[in-house]
C-alpha cells in the first residue's frame, strides 16, 4: 500500500515532537558551535566549565524564582539515578509515592529499599492523577508533576504532614514548561533532555533548606551511602560549581542556552501560555473531532506539555504515525508500555506552537486520504 504523501504547505517546519530526548533549536546548536574548541575537551575544575555550571544554577535559581536559602544542586547521572540518590539521602525511614504512570511508579520501586520501611503507594489509573494523603510516620511525599508516559499532570501543592515531612517532586518532562509555585516544594528534580533542550546524563534538584538539613543529616548519621549516589556530594560539589565526576560539557552548554533564551522571553509564564498555546489547540482539535479524544479526560488534570489523544477503534493511530514519520514527521507514537490506540505529542516550550497547528493540519490529511 502507498504511503500517503502530505503536501509540503501542510507539514511543520520541524517535523520533532517526542517526549524525550526532545527538539533541541537550531541556535543552541550554532552557539555550541561556536564555543566548542575552547569547551569541549577542557578540564571541569576549571573555570571555563566552572563558570559554565555557575550560569546554569545562576540561570535555574532566575527561572524558578528562587527565594532566600533555596538552592540548585547538580549531580552526575538522569532522574534515574536521582531515585536511587533520593532513597540513600533523602528519605528518612518512609515515602509516600503518588504512582499515576511509568515514571512515579519507577520512583516508588526505589523508595522500597530495604533500609527503609516500605513505601506507601497510591496508585491512580493512567490518564489520572493520584491525591496525597496525611499519613504519620512518612517523612517524604513524592509525585510527579508532569507524567509523561500519560500526559495527566498534577498541581504542585505542598503536603502538611508529620513536622518536617518533605514534598518531593519529580519535574522531568515539567520542568521549564509549567509555571508553579516553587515555595510549595522542597525538592523539584529533573533530567534537562525535555523542556530545556539539552541531553541526559545529569539531574538537577531545586532544594529547600528543609530539604538541605534533611540531606546533610543523613549524610552524618552512618547510613551507608555510595559516593555516586550522595546527594552531600552533590550539595558540595555544587557549591562549587562542579559535579563529583566529569559532567557531559555538551549538556551544560544546551541547557545554559536554552535557559538563557527561556529566560530572556520571559521566564516560566511565558514558557507556560506557549507549551498551553500548543497543546491546547491539540486538545480543542480531539474535543471537536468524531473519532480523536483527549486521553485525560478531566481538562485541569490534561498536560500542557505532552497531550495525549486516543483514536477511534475504526482508526489505526500506529499506521498514522507511521504515516506522518514518513512525512518527515517524527515521534509522535504513544509510550511503548500504555498500549494504546493513541498519539502523543510534545509540546515542549522549543516546540513552535505553528508547527502544532501544521502537524494537526497534517493527521487530518492523513486521515482524509487513508
Keep these: 500500500m502507498a504511503t500517503v504523501e502530505i503536501p509540503r504547505d501542510l507539514l511543520p517546519a520541524d517535523g520533532r515532537f517526542g517526549c ?31 563558570n559554565l555550571v555557575g550560569s546554569v544554577r545562576e540561570l535555574m535559581g532566575t527561572l524558578f524564582r528562587l527565594p532566600d536559602g533555596y538552592e540548585v544542586i547538580v549531580g552526575n547521572g538522569g532522574s534515574t539515578a536521582f531515585w536511587d540518590a533520593a532513597a540513600f539521602g533523602l528519605i528518612e525511614n518512609r515515602a509516600q509515592n503518588l504512582v499515576f504512570g511509568e515514571f512515579g511508579g519507577k520512583f516508588a520501586k526505589a523508595a ?17 492523577i493520584a491525591a ?6 512518612v517523612d517524604v511525599y513524592a509525585y510527579p508533576h508532569n507524567e509523561t508516559s500519560t500526559g495527566a499532570a498534577a498541581p504542585i501543592r505542598r503536603v502538611h504532614g508529620d513536622e518536617g515531612a518533605l514534598t518531593v517532586v519529580d519535574a522531568t518532562s515539567a520542568a521549564g ?18 523542556n530545556l533542550g539539552s541531553d541526559g546524563g545529569l539531574w538537577f534538584a531545586v532544594v529547600s533548606p528543609a530539604a538541605i538539613e534533611r540531606i546533610e543529616r543523613i549524610a552524618a548519621s552512618g547510613r551507608y551511602i555510595p559516593e555516586f549516589l550522595s546527594l552531600k556530594q552533590a550539595l558540595d560539589n555544587s557549591r562549587l560549581n562542579q559535579t563529583l565526576n566529569t559532567p557531559a560539557l555538551t549538556t551544560l552548554h544546551l541547557l545554559n542556552s536554552q535557559l538563557d533564551w527561556i529566560v530572556a522571553n520571559g521566564g516560566l509564564a511565558w514558557a507556560d501560555a506557549r507549551t498551553r498555546e500548543s497543546s491546547g489547540a491539540l486538545y480543542d482539535w480531539a474535543e471537536a473531532s468524531a473519532i480523536a479524544t483527549p486521553f485525560v479526560s478531566n481538562p485541569e488534570h490534561r498536560s500542557p506539555v505532552v497531550a495525549t489523544i486516543d483514536f477511534d477503534d475504526s482508526i489505526d493511530a500506529a499506521a498514522i504515525a507511521k504515516t506522518l514519520r514518513a512525512n518527515g514527521i517524527v515521534d509522535t507514537e504513544p509510550y511503548r508500555k500504555l498500549g494504546r490506540n493513541q498519539l502523543r505529542v510534545a509540546t515542549f516550550v522549543s516546540i513552535e506552537p505553528n508547527d502544532v497547528r501544521q502537524l494537526i493540519r497534517s493527521i487530518d490529511y492523513v486521515l482524509a486520504n487513508s
Design 20 to 50: 524525550g530526548p526532545s527538539k533541541v533549536r537550531e541556535e543552541q546548536i550554532q552557539s555550541l558551535a561556536s564555543v566548542g574548541l575552547s569547551l569541549l575537551g577542557t578540564s571541569h575544575r576549571q573555570a571555563p566549565v566552572k
Design 112 to 128: 522500597a529499599a530495604p533500609w527503609l520501611q516500605s513505601p506507601d503507594v497510591r496508585n491512580a489509573e493512567p490518564g489520572t
Design 132 to 137: 496525597a494523603e496525611v499519613v504519620a510516620g
Design 177 to 194: 514548561g509549567i509555571d508553579f509555585d516553587v515555595t510549595e516544594a522542597d525538592v523539584y528534580y529533573f533530567a534537562p533532555q525535555k
